[in-house]
């Protein structure tokens, strides 16, 4: 008998732990990597720290203040640049869409010249094997898009939200060859979702409450070790791993 179909966690999303990088950056500002999400929309809740997210985004750019209990979320195509104020930033990330975005949904600011070139692009992206080899990288990747990103927010500011169509076109270019393959992380997460809580609702419309009986705790394991993510270092629950509790 195969095992029992694990309940994703709720609304499809994913959870992951972030302690955003206290790194310097060429405007002196210390933070992560800027970059959009083309099909995801993204959430925070700030658990210790201080800093800022910096957006650009349909309505121009904007900066909001985090402290601790702060409770944000953002859109598909915002720009988005997490600034660690003082150096002990620390949030729960609310990712939509679990699985997508991990499949390359992210696409990151760097100069027009690297996101016009794919391969360009992959070689900056990529990191290696290794703590020290990991982190070189990934501080080399968070400071050429900090690059690109200082260019574009002064586009903003200038010539307002047009200024970002270079970047959604160069965007859309990168990841339309795998779009195709991101349906099933939908599918299988927030449509299943959707598709048993109307269910229910109909049984209970009938007065059958059978799916009640069915009822039961699930648990996933966090990360043994930090790794690291565009904006800092991330630990991430195992929702695919998860079981239900004894």
Request: proline share 6%; aromatic share 6%.
């Amino acid at each position: 008998m195969s095992a029992p179909l694990v309940p994703g966690f709720p609304g499809g999303t994913a959870v992951s732990r972030l302690r955003v990088y206290d790194w310097p950056a060429a405007d002196g500002r210390s933070g992560g990597s800027p970059h959009l999400h083309t099909a995801s929309a993204e959430g925070y809740v700030v658990l210790s720290g201080s800093g800022s997210l910096e957006t650009l985004s349909g309505t121009g750019f904007g900066r909001t203040e985090l402290r601790p209990g702060s409770l944000l979320w953002f859109t598909p195509g915002t720009v988005h640049r997490l600034v660690n104020d003082g150096g002990d930033l620390e949030l729960l990330v609310v990712m939509q869409n679990a699985g997508l975005p991990e499949s390359g949904d992210a696409v990151l600011t760097y100069p027009r010249e690297v996101l016009a070139d794919p391969d360009a692009y992959r070689r900056a992206t990529a990191l290696p094997e290794g703590p020290g080899p990991a982190e070189e990288a990934a501080r080399a990747r968070r400071d050429l898009a900090v690059e690109g990103y200082l260019e574009l927010r002064a586009r903003v500011r200038r010539e307002g939200p047009a200024a970002l169509g270079e970047l959604y076109t160069s965007a859309v270019a990168l990841v339309r060859d795998k779009a195709a393959g991101w349906h099933h992380h939908v599918e299988r997460g927030a449509a299943r979702q959707a598709e048993a809580t109307t269910g229910h609702l109909e049984a209970l419309g009938r007065g059958d409450g059978g799916h009640l009986a069915e009822s039961a705790v699930y648990t996933a394991d966090g990360g043994s070790r930090d790794r690291h993510g565009m904006c800092g270092h991330l630990r991430v629950w195992d929702l695919d791993g998860a079981r239900p509790t004894v």
